[in-house]
């Protein structure tokens, strides 16, 4: 029951968000966008990771990224060329979608560097009492 009063609360804070991007400035509303966006991922990570499921909450960032550099664009491309047969290619736009995804590759893939990097290390304070 709770996970269905997840969608109106979505919702709602989408519609405020908009409201206030609509009144404010184009670089105020994108950050605020950006920044409440995401809120009901955010409150439902922080829930997850109380819980101690973060193996969930790493496959949902991980899916995250993945949804918004690769599926999304892909998925209007595809909606594009049902449109019209000849797309016209914006070299400016294919550049900050590759530099996006060379960004979420990196994302995602720092931690499990460091992960098998450090992961068994273990701290030893030879100065500290106890």
Do not use: D, W
């Amino acid at each position: 029951m709770s996970l269905a009063s997840v969608i109106p609360l979505s919702y709602f804070i989408g519609m405020a968000v908009a409201s206030i991007s609509a009144q404010s400035s184009i670089g105020m509303g994108a950050v605020i966008n950006a920044t409440f966006g995401s809120l009901i991922e955010i409150i439902l990570y922080s829930i997850a990771l109380t819980q101690g499921k973060g193996h969930l909450v790493e496959g949902s960032i991980v899916g995250s990224l993945l949804a918004g550099v690769l599926l999304m664009p892909g998925m209007s491309m595809c909606s594009g060329a049902l449109r019209k047969k000849e797309q016209k290619f914006n070299a400016k736009s294919a550049g900050v979608t590759s530099m996006m995804l060379i960004m979420a590759f990196i994302g995602t893939l720092t931690p499990t560097l460091f992960y098998q990097t450090y992961g068994n290390f273990q701290l030893v304070c030879s100065g500290c009492p106890g």
